[in-house]
Nanobody, 123 residues
Framework: QVQLVESGGGLVQAGGSLRLSCAVS????????MGWVSQAPGREREFVAA????????YYADSVKGRFTISRENGKRTVYLQMNSLTPEDTAVYYC????????????????WGQGTQVTVSS
């Protein structure tokens, strides 16, 4: 069974930073493409960022390009999302997702999901 556990969310002022982590409990983690997906109240889940299984390719939503950085440490079975220059519009629950099949930017392409971590940005 694949388990994903996010951490690092919280309350931050606009302009601040947070670093989300996602620990994955599967030996084959290094073969999984990984992603982060957000969901704000009343909205559908939206793609935020993804990283290929090698880490050689990264993908970002236009709204976070230049502000967020996704990375991974296969030895620690962990993926990260560094979030800088946060704005109130970034407020959402952020989900870690694993093993996208073909569509890194499509939330429905991911097989496994964490429970999510709340990020709240105050103005």
């Amino acid at each position: 069974q694949v388990q994903l556990v996010e951490s690092g969310g919280g309350l931050v002022q606009a302009g601040g930073s947070l670093r989300l982590s996602c620990a994955v409990s599967v030996r084959t983690f290094s073969t999984y493409g990984m992603g982060w997906v957000s969901q704000a109240p009343g909205r559908e889940r939206e793609f935020v960022a993804a990283i290929s299984w090698t880490g050689g390719a990264t993908y970002y939503a236009d709204s976070v390009k230049g502000r967020f950085t996704i990375s991974r440490e296969n030895g620690k079975r962990t993926v990260y999302l560094q979030m800088n220059s946060l704005t109130p519009e970034d407020t959402a629950v952020y989900y870690c997702a694993a093993d996208y099949a073909g569509g890194a930017k499509d939330p429905s392409a991911y097989r496994y999901w964490g429970q999510g971590t709340q990020v709240t940005v105050s103005s």
